[in-house]
């Protein structure tokens, strides 16, 4: 097993570029021993002054969105190839926002994931259940669906070039997280569905980020769960300080975990 830790920081539609050349300047020296790789996920105004300020340091800048056509007359819309060209290395792709704000269907996520690898953009594809779904005992089929539809036709090389991130809808910047033990049932039905569907090796290296209100003094709990590899942050990635402890606990609890 050769699982990577992920701390993930997402800032949806926030920050300038002044504001996050800052936070990378800050966030730099403040975790230069970490044993977690850090992604953060900025705007695509401030992609290229984030990837610059990043480099020459372990942060990985990457993106929200793209669409999933390579260009066209499709106004607004940004292309995977103008993310790279810009800088970024990564892209959130299904995020519950996406789906329920943008209509954004598992068809329409598969198309922007097979496009964001042919572009050399490693995704990160985001899952998870509304309250109403897991009141409704659906989480395991909601679950299976959004991951069977968001990977169908991939080949199993594509496949274990991916990042998968469960993140319950009604934890999502509402300060309810999900307990580790409920967080940790949810991971291991996706791997369970990627084992069975598409390859059981692929599954036990996949890293599966949990995200929903993530803060430092839950951080420890969730990463101690053994199918729980990272974090997808929202509110608390938007401070550096905040963002390094997550950081910080993370590598203890990994490492407790790998002894
Ligand atoms: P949150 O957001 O940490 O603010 O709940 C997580 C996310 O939407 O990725």
């Known amino acids: 097993m050769s699982r990577v830790t992920i701390i993930c920081g997402n800032w949806k539609m926030y920050k300038t570029i002044q504001e996050a050349t800052e936070f990378i300047k800050t966030l730099a020296p403040l975790i230069e021993q970490s044993q977690a790789k850090v992604y953060i996920a900025v705007p695509f105004t401030a992609i290229q002054a984030s990837a610059d300020a990043a480099k020459g340091t ?33 892209v959130i792709l299904g995020h519950s926002e996406r789906r329920h704000y943008f209509n954004e ?10 496009k964001a690898l042919q572009d050399n953009l490693q995704p990160i594809l985001c899952v998870g259940e509304t309250f109403g779904e897991r009141e409704g005992n659906l989480v395991e089929p909601v679950l299976q669906q959004q991951i069977i539809e968001g990977l169908q036709d991939l080949s199993l090389k594509d496949i274990s070039r991916l990042i998968l991130a469960y993140e319950p809808v009604w934890a999502i910047g509402t300060g309810k997280t999900a307990t580790p033990e409920i967080a940790q049932d949810a991971h291991k039905i996706c791997r369970k569905v990627i084992a069975e569907r598409f390859d059981s090796e692929i599954a036990d290296n996949l890293s599966i980020l949990y995200g929903g209100s993530v803060q430092p003094g839950n951080i420890a709990a969730l990463i101690s769960q053994p199918d729980i590899d990272g974090a997808l942050v929202g509110g608390a990635a938007l401070n550096a300080q905040t ?3 997550i950081i910080h606990y993370s590598k203890t609890q990994n490492e407790n975990r790998e002894e």
């Open 105 to 114: 269907s598992n068809l329409q996520i598969n198309k922007k994931i097979k």
């Open 58 to 90: 372990s942060i990985v800048i990457g993106a929200q969105n793209m669409n999933e056509a390579s260009e066209g007359a499709f106004t607004g819309e940004i292309a995977g190839k103008m993310l790279k060209d810009a800088g970024a290395q990564f």
């Open 243 to 245: 963002f390094s402890e």
